[in-house]
């Protein structure tokens, strides 16, 4: 079955601890990219990846570190985690920048306290 | 200003109903246009996309674009209870970044 999986899909932490939270996508996909969700703002993309070892920033980009050493896996890593990072996390991923139906993952409900 | 505007709603439409839901953008480079639904506590999933003014339809669904206007729109026709979601509007820009709007919470009635 074609998907993107994201793990884990529900995290409390605390300010400052280092977390990671992963996606695999199983459908060969070019293109991946983390956003945020949060109440009144809609979905803000945070980074995206084009192909293995490309990554730009997107509109939320602070805060937040992305690596791209496979092309199935889009990990969002962050250092050092603030309570304004507390928000739903959608990973995403598509063929190639000009195919643009774009597959989201389940998320992961973020809580930093 | 945002880059793609959407009304938060609720929009409330009775079952059968016609539910028009509207979307602005300020690029003017902006060339790929989307919608997508989605339910509470879900992820986004595509309904439509469109790339050409003019309209295309799909099923009930029906996106129209007028990129002189700098609007996109998705007429949802014989609305169902099914259909009570939040509908993102989203535009891949120039610098191909996909934009979404903040969503249009629409509820239809029985």
């Known amino acids: 079955e074609a998907q993107v999986t994201q793990n884990p899909r529900y995290l409390i932490t605390v300010t400052g601890k280092k977390l990671t939270v992963t996606c695999s996508q199983n459908?060969?996909?070019?293109?991946m990219s983390w956003y945020r969700q949060d109440p009144g703002l809609g979905l803000r993309q945070i980074y995206y990846?084009?192909?293995?070892?490309?990554?730009d920033k997107g509109d939320v980009p602070e805060g937040y570190k992305v690596s791209r050493k496979e092309k199935r896996n889009f990990p969002l890593i962050l250092e050092s985690p603030s309570p304004n990072q507390t928000s739903l996390y959608f990973c995403?991923?598509?063929?190639?920048?000009?195919?643009?139906?774009?597959?989201f993952g389940p998320g992961t409900r973020l809580t930093v306290l | 200003q945002k880059e793609v505007e959407q009304n938060s709603g609720p929009l409330s439409v009775p079952e059968g109903a016609i539910a028009s839901l509207n979307c602005t953008y300020s690029d003017r480079g902006s060339q790929s246009f989307f919608w997508y639904r989605q339910y509470s506590g879900k992820s986004p999933e595509l309904i439509m996309s469109i790339y050409s003014n003019g309209d295309k339809e799909d099923g009930r669904f029906t996106a129209q674009l007028n990129k002189a206007s700098q609007y996109v729109s998705l007429l949802i026709r014989d609305s169902q209870p099914s259909d009570s979601a939040t509908y993102l509007c989203?535009?891949?820009?120039?610098?191909?970044?996909?934009?979404f709007g903040g969503g249009t919470r629409l509820m239809v009635k029985p």
């Open positions: 459908m060969n996909h070019e293109y």
């Open positions: 995403a991923s598509s063929s190639s920048q000009g195919t643009d139906t774009q597959y």
């Open positions: 989203a535009v891949k820009t120039a610098g191909n970044m996909l934009t």
């Open positions: 990846s084009m192909n293995v070892e490309v990554t």
